[in-house]
Every structure is written in structure tokens, then in C-alpha cells.
């Protein structure tokens, strides 16, 4: 059984089909990427696997279990993380902090236990502090912990919106053009970060992205949407040869700026 299965997924906006039967499978330790030309519905995808969307019919199951009747907090805590096209880091919080809200969901001392700031809080206070300072330095953020997220240039601040992400303790991980405004170094060291989440972690990561190079360097498989319909799936080879995924999208030349 896959690990997320999408199954005849919908929605309409204003009468307009901006999903439409989508279908696909994503394995667990599996990188697999959602790509398609401007308004194919694949950010749409996204919000709706994360409960910022309700579709109009069909099914999103992770591990068995449907999340499509599910709010945002209750995804996550089942184990969806996510980025987002904009990065959202928190800009007057440090590097840190940033983590830390990340794993607001893992914590259990409650508002009463911290203001009293019982020994059962400090210790889960500090373990979070600890893992925080773990994923920081998983991204290469480590040197920087301490400085405010504003001023981190926009590379190293979508490296801290994985780490916040990846502080949910996710087996799925979202990530919503992440190669978007880097450069070719940034890129090359993405991928190699997305990479080792994969080899070393075991994470499920599904990406939206119109990088090609990234797409093409780091999926196992492809699924190519195209005004809200699943166009193609297969290997980044046969999608890449595939002459109506060319005419569609990647002979095009367009970047994706998706909603």
C-alpha cells in the first residue's frame, strides 16, 4: 500500500474545474514530483492534501487513513509537513525560534505547566531546543541559529522552512517550488539536501517545482498535470520524452507561478 494514495480528486472554484480526477500514488521513502504549466492545479493539490481546501469529491489517503475530512493541525499531526511558493518564515523570530514553533505539535506541557515551569516542561523545553539545533545543522543553518530570519538571504531561508517542517516530524514532506529564485548553486545544493532527507531519513517528499534540473535530478517519478488533469505519470525519462507532456509544458519554455 502506498503511503499517500489520491484518488479522483476535484474541486471547483466559481464553476471552474481547477482539479479534476487527479490520481496518483506517492511510496513511502519515494521522491516523486507534481509539475505542469501555469494554473495545472498542482499548488491547488497541495492545499488540499493540507486542509486549506476541501475538495469536491474524491479521496486523499495517507497510510490507510483519509485526511480530506481532516483541519490543518489534525494533518499535520498525522505526519503531512509542508513549504510554501512564498516563503512564510516567521522574519522578527530568530533562526531558532522559527524551528520551534515548528513543533508546536509535538509538545504537550500546555499553557499552565509552562507559566508554573514545571520540571516536565523544562525538560521538553529543552529536548526540542536540542532537536531544533539538530535540523538546523541538517540543513546547514547551524552557524546561524541566533540571527533573525529576515536577514537571511532567500536560500538559506527556504532551507529554514524545511527544517520548521521537518520539526513536525512528518513521513510526508511537501515542498512548494522549492528551487524558486535560487541560483544554480543554491539548486545543485537542494537537491542534494532533498536527496539525503530521502536516503538517509526515509521521507516521502513530493515536489512541486518547474526547476527541470531539480525535478529531473532528484524524482523517481513524475506526474504531469495540465488545466487540473493528470496528463502523464512515469519515470523522469519517459516523461520527459513524452510528446504531449513536450507540447504541454516542458517544450514550452514557461515558467509556474500556480495557484
Known amino acids: 500500500m502506498p503511503l499517500l494514495a489520491v484518488q479522483d480528486l476535484s474541486i471547483s472554484f466559481g464553476g471552474l474545474a481547477a482539479l479534476a480526477g487527479v490520481s496518483f500514488d506517492v511510496e513511502a521513502g519515494e521522491v516523486a514530483a507534481l509539475i505542469g504549466p501555469n494554473g495545472a492545479g498542482k499548488t491547488t493539490v497541495f492545499n488540499l492534501l493540507t486542509g486549506l481546501y476541501r475538495p469536491t469529491r474524491g479521496r486523499a489517503m495517507l497510510d490507510g487513513e483519509d485526511l480530506l475530512g481532516l483541519v490543518p493541525h489534525e494533518i499535520a499531526r498525522r505526519g503531512v509537513a509542508r513549504t510554501f511558493q512564498n516563503t512564510e518564515v516567521f522574519r522578527r523570530l530568530s533562526v531558532l525560534d522559527n524551528v520551534l514553533v ?72 511537501l515542498l512548494d517550488e522549492p ?71 516542458l517544450g514550452s519554455g514557461s515558467g509556474d507561478a500556480d495557484a
Open 102 to 173: 515548528g513543533q508546536h505539535t509535538r509538545l504537550s506541557g500546555g499553557l499552565l505547566g509552562g507559566l508554573l515551569g514545571s520540571p516536565r516542561v523544562r525538560r521538553e523545553e529543552a529536548e526540542a531546543r536540542r532537536r531544533a539545533e539538530t535540523l538546523l545543522a541538517r540543513v546547514g543553518l547551524g552557524d546561524v541559529a541566533d540571527v533573525d530570519a529576515a536577514s537571511l538571504p532567500l536560500g538559506r531561508q527556504k532551507r529554514l522552512e524545511i527544517a520548521r517542517a521537518l520539526a513536525l516530524g512528518p513521513r510526508l514532506l
Open 179 to 249: 528551487a524558486g529564485g535560487l541560483n544554480p548553486t543554491e539548486t545543485r545544493e537542494l537537491m542534494r539536501l532533498i536527496r539525503g532527507l530521502r536516503d538517509e531519513d526515509g521521507l516521502a517528499i513530493l515536489v512541486v517545482e518547474h526547476n527541470m534540473e531539480l525535478v529531473m535530478g532528484i524524482s523517481e517519478r513524475v506526474v504531469v498535470l495540465h488545466y487540473g488533469k493528470r496528463l502523464a505519470e512515469g519515470k523522469p525519462h519517459e516523461v520527459a520524452r513524452n510528446p504531449a507532456v513536450i507540447e504541454a509544458y
